[in-house]
């Protein structure tokens, strides 16, 4: 899942060394370099990251490198497009030595093991709070506010073909609206201003006004499809640190993530990419892993930083859809949602 701000190694793909091990990611992936290096310094791995855009564009592009692939371990593959990466042979079966620690509810796969849950968060709307301030405009609370007269010209979302918290946003309004409605809701929508942009990275540090990219660049869009945990983000990486943070969640648009790992098909470092992946459920990882990328462990007992109850609680009560309900219709959502607002 996205955070604000991408960083961490890159580089190409498997190097034919058997010491070293490649994860293939999204942008977002984050981990310290503590946490990494103890690890590889226990597994006498040394890890390389390839960092291939956002995840909807990670997981076309491993797709379609699935027979001479980039890595060893794909991480970010979540359940709006899981079913794409399974039905492709995206991965080889492996079951993690803490799996049976991963929370009952974020269990997948389960008779195969080809994936393993790792992380899961919300996408939703998030609001520039300072923004909706100095208009005198309550910030949007629900997917039906949104295409009120009021909020007209002020939402930025992800291309659903392209990218992940679009994908899930265009998802969360099918479980909202039903597949009667969903159609006619981006209708309203699209006749409501709503701007369309390729990935996450352009549509909260450039269009976002609410985000520290969205100030430096003058955006305008004071409404944005991201996550729940981003307000979180927007406190931990300012300079100074605000009491209170400068964005909010619309958590009546929310739709609830879960984002998985693999061995890939044809690893080149099999062997390597199974240690990665059993250090991905170890409760160091666990640990460290929200206050890096912005989302929940799934490890039981692992911790929950106290910034991510204060600043950007998990929705409540978040929009969700049967995995099988996910396979058989998520391409044909994205083709219809695609001409009805991209054309």
Request: glycine letters at 8%.
């Amino acid at each position: 899942m996205p955070v604000l701000s991408a960083c961490g190694s890159s580089d190409g793909g498997g190097s034919g060394d058997p010491k070293t091990v490649t994860l293939v990611s999204h942008d977002s992936w984050l981990v310290s370099k503590s946490v990494l290096k103890d690890f590889e310094k226990r597994s006498g791995y040394q890890v390389r990251v390839l960092k291939d855009g956002d995840a909807g564009q990670a997981v076309n592009k491993a797709v379609l490198t699935k027979d001479n692939p980039q890595g060893d371990v794909f991480f970010g593959v979540d359940n709006t497009l899981l079913s794409r990466a399974l039905d492709n042979g995206l991965f080889q079966p492996y079951t993690a030595k803490d799996a049976d620690k991963v929370l009952p509810e974020y269990r997948t796969d389960r008779d195969k093991h080809r994936v393993t849950p790792i992380d899961t968060g919300d996408i939703c709307v998030n609001y520039d709070k300072a923004w909706f301030s100095e208009h005198g405009l309550t910030p949007p609370r629900s997917f039906d506010d949104l295409v009120k007269p009021a909020y007209k010209n002020l939402l930025v979302t992800e291309n659903a073909s392209t990218s992940s918290p679009g994908l899930g946003f265009l998802l969360g309004s099918a479980a909202h609206y039903g597949d009667q409605g969903w159609e006619d809701y981006w209708k309203k929508l699209k006749a409501n201003g709503v701007k369309v942009v390729d990935g996450w990275e352009q549509a909260y540090n450039e269009e976002f006004s609410g985000s520290a990219g969205g100030k430096k660049a003058k955006a305008d869009r004071p409404l944005v499809v991201s996550y729940a945990s981003s307000p979180p983000a927007e406190v931990i990486y300012a300079d100074p640190k605000p009491t209170t943070a400068p964005t909010g969640v619309a958590t009546g648009t929310c739709f609830r993530q879960v984002e998985y790992a693999g061995l890939l098909s044809n690893a080149e470092n099999a062997k390597g990419g199974k240690a990665l992946l059993d250090f991905l459920l170890t409760k160091e990882f666990q640990d460290d892993m929200p206050l890096n990328m912005f989302v929940y462990p799934v490890r039981e007992g692992a911790q929950v930083p106290p910034e991510f109850t204060r600043y950007g609680p998990q929705a409540k009560d978040p929009e969700t859809l049967a995995p099988q309900k996910i396979a058989a219709e998520r391409d044909q959502w994205v083709k219809s949602w695609t001409s009805l607002v991209l054309k």
